[in-house]
């Protein structure tokens, strides 16, 4: 059983589409993350949220937005995509505890954007 | 504010060389760090983490507080160890992690 997974593997998409990745965990975690990678590797965390909190990282902008039906998904909305959107996409889940030792993060496969 | 960093790009081995990945950090709590590799074309997943002390496919870390550092290691590098290399800080905050990647370290082992 795959713990994290993604839809779709691939997107590709013009600019200015509004576009959506899902994103699911069966690990029964309580915290969840996407990341982007760009075209040069760099892993740059997007939003972690749990069942009580979204805290969004403030570079993202507002085009982004996560959406989470339920505690085993969460979902990346892209709207008016832009050329510099593309890359990879990871999403993440953790146990989310409320103290003491940090949790390892389990990633999806990712999702490759590539916007035209 | 926490800050990972990871001095270099790329690093280019040779088959049974020693290898070290430099991960620096500054936080001004007590840090959890980890190591996160990233296989060709392949998710991310974790390596190692300090809190277990173990060896991972041969690789080992240290956190040193001193000198505010996590190296990742490996006595004799081998060319499946070719991948990308990330550094992580977690800091673990009322219910939800805060995360810091480095920039990440390519290890290209040349056989």
């Known amino acids: 059983d795959t713990a994290v997974s993604q839809t779709p593997k691939y997107l590709v998409t013009q600019m200015g589409n509004d576009k959506s990745i899902k994103c699911e965990q069966n690990l029964g975690h309580d915290t969840m993350y996407w990341y982007k990678q760009d075209s040069k590797k760099f892993l740059k965390i997007m939003f972690s949220y749990n069942n009580k909190e979204l805290i969004i990282n403030e570079t993202v902008p507002n085009r982004f937005s996560p959406k989470s039906p339920d505690k085993a998904h969460l979902n990346l909305h892209i709207n008016s995509l832009e050329l510099g959107d593309s890359a990879v996409y990871f999403c993440?889940?953790?146990?989310?505890?409320?103290?003491?030792?940090?949790?390892?993060?389990?990633f999806g496969p990712g999702t490759r954007l590539l916007v035209l | 504010a926490q800050r990972v960093t990871q001095p270099e790009k790329l690093l280019s081995v040779f088959k049974g060389a020693p290898v070290e990945l430099k991960c620096n950090y500054s936080y001004s709590g007590s840090p959890e760090l980890f190591w996160y590799v990233q296989y060709s074309r392949q998710r991310l997943q974790l390596l190692l983490r300090h809190i277990s002390r173990e060896s991972i496919k041969g690789f080992t870390a240290d956190l040193n507080k001193g000198e505010t550092s996590f190296h990742l290691k490996k006595p004799f590098a081998q060319e499946e160890d070719s991948a990308m290399y990330y550094c992580?800080?977690?800091?673990?905050?009322?219910?939800?992690?805060?995360?810091?990647f480095g920039t990440g370290t390519k290890l290209q082992v040349i056989p």
């Open positions: 992580a800080l977690i800091e673990n905050s009322g219910g939800y992690q805060k995360v810091t």
């Open positions: 993440a889940s953790s146990k989310g505890t409320s103290g003491g030792a940090s949790e390892t993060q389990y």
